[in-house]
């Protein structure tokens, strides 16, 4: 660490998890090397009606809050602060999910990952960090392989080591973006309005553009996985109930949202993901009936 202060701007949206936004923040102002950043937080409360807001803005009243009306979700939530804080030229922006717990060295390691590659290629790259589940401490987030060219919308999860790993895109729960990377890949894409495809969709753009993507050593942080329990995924609901559930925002992505997607990632063989897409949201009851539920 130099001694001029690195500027960081965080970007982080929620929705009434107040006990883990206030966790997560508690645990981001706590890191070992705050005395070397300057940090700046900027947080979308979208709509939270536990009072998620005011206890952030008694807690933590350097934070920015940007207020939402519930409808933003992820990729719009973080768009939206990701906006405000490209107003203002960081040297980084760090998304951050506020479900997602940070170890105390978890900056430190972003930061030494990014100056040690960028000493080795000349050129600035993303670093994001292994996350392992705070229940079963598997590992859960992350960065993400492409699986294969002929599979190039499956995203494989990276495993933790005790070295840092190229990464071709990744989860958004802890991603260390610089700021010549923003200034040529700008601010989550707009094709993505609700839960869906908004941080793969970045790292892919990046990785186009001639960025690198890669993971931190070891693990920096926890997170619960998302559950299935009432979900498409559950296999206690009926058909008729994972059917409804497909078009929430927690579902299948939208079609048109998930043809961008393909168009975008999946080369000459986007038209067969497309179609998929026709069969889910025309004919869910197809893609149910013959996809096995997560167990």
């Given at each position: 660490?130099?001694?001029?202060?690195?500027?960081?701007?965080?970007?982080?949206?929620c929705?009434n998890?107040?006990?883990?936004?206030?966790?997560?923040?508690?645990?981001?102002?706590?890191q070992?090397?705050?005395?070397?950043?300057d940090?700046?937080?900027?947080?979308?409360?979208?709509?939270?009606?536990?009072?998620?807001?005011?206890?952030?803005?008694?807690?933590?009243?350097?934070?920015?809050?940007l207020?939402?009306?519930?409808?933003?979700y992820w990729?719009?939530?973080?768009?939206?602060?990701?906006?405000?804080?490209?107003k203002?030229?960081?040297?980084?922006?760090l998304?951050?999910?506020?479900?997602?717990?940070?170890?105390?060295?978890a900056?430190?390691?972003?930061?030494?990952?990014?100056?040690?590659?960028?000493?080795?290629?000349?050129?600035?790259?993303?670093?994001?960090?292994?996350?392992?589940?705070?229940?079963?401490?598997?590992?859960?987030?992350?960065?993400?392989?492409?699986k294969?060219?002929?599979?190039?919308?499956?995203?494989?999860?990276?495993?933790?080591?005790?070295?840092?790993?190229?990464?071709?895109?990744?989860?958004?729960?802890v991603?260390?973006?610089?700021?010549t990377?923003?200034?040529?890949i700008?601010n989550?894409?707009l094709?993505?309005?609700?839960?869906?495809?908004?941080?793969?969709?970045?790292?892919?753009?990046?990785?186009?553009?001639?960025?690198?993507?890669?993971?931190?050593p070891?693990?920096?942080?926890?997170?619960?996985?998302?559950?299935?329990?009432?979900?498409?995924?559950?296999?206690?609901?009926?058909?008729?109930?994972?059917?409804?559930?497909?078009?929430?925002?927690?579902?299948?992505p939208?079609?048109?949202?998930?043809?961008?997607?393909?168009k975008r990632?999946?080369?000459?063989l986007?038209?067969?993901?497309?179609?998929?897409?026709?069969?889910?949201?025309?004919?869910?009851?197809?893609?149910?009936?013959?996809?096995?539920?997560?167990?």
């Amino acid at each position: 660490m130099t001694s001029t202060n690195i500027s960081i701007a965080t970007i982080i949206t929620c929705h009434n998890r107040k006990e883990k936004t206030l966790t997560c923040l508690t645990n981001l102002m706590n890191q070992d090397v705050i005395g070397d950043i300057d940090l700046n937080v900027y947080l979308v409360d979208d709509g939270s009606t536990d009072g998620t807001g005011d206890a952030v803005k008694q807690n933590f009243p350097s934070v920015n809050i940007l207020k939402g009306d519930g409808t933003l979700y992820w990729n719009g939530g973080m768009r939206f602060a990701f906006y405000e804080a490209l107003k203002n030229e960081y040297d980084y922006y760090l998304w951050l999910n506020d479900d997602t717990f940070l170890h105390s060295d978890a900056i430190k390691l972003l930061l030494e990952t990014a100056n040690d590659i960028k000493r080795q290629k000349s050129r600035d790259v993303i670093v994001t960090g292994t996350i392992k589940d705070i229940d079963t401490g598997k590992v859960n987030y992350g960065g993400r392989n492409i699986k294969s060219k002929f599979q190039p919308l499956k995203f494989i999860q990276l495993e933790s080591s005790i070295k840092p790993q190229q990464c071709d895109t990744f989860n958004g729960n802890v991603v260390l973006i610089p700021r010549t990377v923003t200034k040529e890949i700008g601010n989550i894409s707009l094709e993505y309005s609700k839960q869906h495809g908004g941080d793969f969709d970045y790292g892919l753009r990046a990785k186009y553009a001639g960025f690198e993507s890669w993971v931190a050593p070891g693990i920096i942080g926890t997170c619960s996985s998302n559950s299935i329990d009432g979900s498409i995924f559950d296999k206690s609901l009926s058909l008729k109930e994972r059917k409804n559930k497909m078009n929430t925002p927690q579902g299948v992505p939208p079609a048109k949202e998930w043809m961008v997607f393909a168009k975008r990632h999946a080369g000459f063989l986007w038209p067969i993901y497309w179609i998929r897409t026709i069969v889910r949201v025309v004919f869910p009851w197809t893609y149910l009936l013959f996809r096995k539920p997560q167990q």
